[in-house]
């Protein structure tokens, strides 16, 4: 997916990248874990269930592979810091972390199960969990580009890196975010988005939008800010 160097920023410096940081305005903050991890998980617990089913394992060994699987599973697919999900980038690490999980299956199983077991289990975890995965991934974007699923973020810096920041966010809704308007100690002439207020309010203002992310684009405030 081409990006716009507003959300890559590679050829920028570093003083004026954009960060993105999740803000939980809350006076305890609790994890939020978004819509889409939530069905991420149940899509790779289908996979792991179908895997079962298809492997035909006896109870134990399956109990151990739905458990294991799980748990290999739940670090390389989507979570709240990542915005655009590719099976490209998860293959390496379902690659390693699947067959570890497997040879778990497999001790548990004994004999029963064996080598060939383990490395059978391997490929149909890894190729069911590829497909479902796929195909979740491709509903997302899809679903996003028409507006839906997507999170709000509140850009912190009124400048034209700002500018440029909520233009490419809103060009390209497949990253999953929104910008809802500009926090900054001044609004800016002619921006697309409505001043939300100064930075020193900025937990206020993003309880008061239903925002838990926020792009630094380092306009008029100071980094240190």
């Known amino acids: 997916m081409n990006t716009r160097p507003a959300l890559t920023n590679n050829a920028r410096a ?20 978004p819509t889409t991890t939530w069905v991420s998980r149940g899509i790779d617990g289908a996979a792991l269930a179908l895997a079962a089913l298809l492997a035909r394992p006896a109870l134990t060994p399956t109990i151990a592979l739905v458990l294991l699987g799980l748990m290999a599973l739940r670090s390389t697919g989507i979570h709240p810091g990542r915005l655009s999900p590719r099976l490209s980038d998860e293959i390496p690490s379902l690659v390693q972390r699947v067959p570890l999980a497997m040879v778990g299956v497999g001790l548990i199983g004994g004999p029963a199960i064996g080598l060939g077991g383990v490395a059978r289990l391997s490929v149909l975890v890894i190729s069911l969990t590829l497909i479902s995965r796929g195909v979740f991934y491709e509903a997302l974007r899809k679903l996003r ?3 839906h699923l997507l999170e709000s973020v509140v850009v912190i810096g009124s400048g034209p890196i700002g500018a440029e920041l909520a233009e490419a966010m809103d060009e390209y809704p497949e990253c999953g975010l929104k910008p809802v308007g500009f926090v900054d100690h001044a609004a800016a002439e002619g921006s697309s988005l409505p001043y939300l207020g100064d930075i020193t309010d900025l937990h206020e ?4 939008v239903g925002s838990h992310r926020a792009m630094f684009a380092f306009g008029q405030a100071r980094e240190s800010e």
């Open 145 to 147: 580009i028409r507006g």
């Open 205 to 208: 203002i993003m309880k008061r």
């Open 14 to 33: 570093h003083e004026q990248a954009p960060q993105i940081l999740t803000v939980v305005p809350d006076p305890e903050p609790r994890r939020r874990i």
